[in-house]
């Protein structure tokens, strides 16, 4: 082999090793960094696939009591303390999630199809609210099935987001490849917009959150709640 040929043989090998311990120690970190907060944009799904078992200890605050003005899917300025008075189940999501997201929605549709007894109201709130505005989160909910009966989707403003994502525990930052990584969190939430239970995962066990779904509407209905 000549002289040439061997030098840009070493020349590519330099730069493979390079390459391979830029991406090792340096390009991408092997988990995300959840307690810093940051925008969203295109996920790379690999750090979310991480972070949704991961989760911080609920804050304890009443989801109903979080003050700030939200947007729903159809363009109307609402308030949690609307949905005061009634048992939810309420995860967060962004609509350009490539991976959790859909699974949440997936396992959420999958209990509203079970045997639950009364049919549940479902809250979606949005982490990426300067990116899901009402015709994205209403294109979201069509892509998905979401009737508007018994779905609202939110786009919280700046200062809500993080007290609804202490209330439930949810860790999220911006993943390196431009997304969002963030705890898969489901809550049950009852009348008195208090955290009764919630998963965390994406391995969700339906049949024990339609429990106590059952249990909570039950107390409701008995004036116990």
């Excluded at 779905?151 to 525990?169: D, Q, S």
Aim: hydrophobic share 50%; glycine share 12%; proline share 7%.
């Amino acid at each position: 082999m000549r002289r040439g040929a061997l030098l840009r043989v070493a020349l590519m090998l330099l730069v493979a090793l390079i390459l391979v311990l830029r991406v090792g120690c340096g390009g991408r970190p092997t988990a995300p960094v959840l307690g810093e907060r940051g925008p969203a944009g295109l996920s790379s799904g690999e750090g979310e696939e991480r972070a949704a078992r991961a989760a911080e200890e609920p804050g304890g605050a009443l989801l109903t009591a979080i003050p700030g003005t939200f947007m729903d899917q159809n363009g109307r300025a609402r308030s949690l303390s609307e949905f005061r008075g009634a048992p939810f189940i309420v995860s967060l999501i962004y609509t350009r999630c490539p991976s959790v997201c859909p699974r949440l929605v997936a396992e959420l549709k999958r209990l509203e199809r079970g045997p639950v007894g009364w049919r549940p109201r479902f809250v979606l709130v949005s982490l990426d609210p300067a990116h899901d505005d009402p015709r994205t989160l209403a294109a979201f909910a069509t892509a998905h099935a979401l009737d508007r009966v018994h779905w609202t989707l939110l786009a919280p403003g700046a200062t809500a987001l993080p007290a609804i994502a202490g209330a439930l525990g949810v860790a999220w930052a911006a993943d390196p490849g431009g997304g969002i990584a963030h705890s898969a969190v489901i809550a049950v939430v009852d009348s008195a917009g208090r955290v009764r239970d919630r998963r965390i995962g994406l391995d969700v066990d339906t049949a024990a959150l339609a429990a106590v779904w059952r249990e909570i509407v039950t107390a409701q209905f008995h004036g116990s709640d």
